[in-house]
């Protein structure tokens, strides 16, 4: 499984705006994804907003949106399922480096909660839901904590 060695990070969220942004597509297994972020950034002390959009390609649009309206973190989640066609390839490349693209130029950690799977069954063991192996919503919120409260010693460097 691909958890094994997966750090437990437990960070201190107050005071940090963070946006989960969360796509529709998969339901079951995008609302576990939701509530296992979810559940991990009230724990650690913040009340996330939640954006709710059609699927993992409009991801990046809405974390850019997040990280310019003053998010200090953003964690994006979603699924793609491989089928028969090359959509899987497009969708996946799309997201990942459209997700990496808004971190990189906005500087707000973006946490990358996207599935990419061969079967829904894959999904719904790294989902966080009843009987799952993994919680890939937790960890997504959890890397995106940690690596904002990261960043702050090197951004009062600049001022």
């Known amino acids: 499984m691909s958890g094994t060695g997966a750090p437990r990070i437990q960070a201190d969220a107050t005071g940090l705006r963070v946006t989960i942004v969360a796509a529709r597509w ?12 979810q559940r ?22 809405a974390a850019r949106a997040a990280a310019h309206a003053g998010a200090d973190a953003v964690v994006a989640l979603g699924v793609v ?10 969708v996946c490349q799309a997201a990942t480096t459209g997700l990496t693209q808004v971190s990189v130029e906005t500087g707000v950690p973006v946490g990358f909660g996207v599935l990419t799977v061969d079967t829904e069954e894959q999904a719904r063991e790294r989902a966080g839901l009843p009987g799952s192996r993994e919680d890939k919503g937790a960890e997504a919120a959890e890397a995106a904590v940690a690596t904002t409260l990261a960043l702050r010693p090197l951004r009062t460097l600049r001022a």
């Open 40 to 61: 991990t950034l009230e724990e650690a002390g913040t009340q996330p907003e939640i954006v709710r959009v059609p699927g993992s390609f409009e991801l990046p649009v």
């Open 26 to 37: 998969h339901a079951a297994v995008t609302d576990g994804l939701l509530a296992g972020a």
């Open 81 to 90: 399922v491989r089928g028969g066609t090359p959509h899987f390839d497009y």
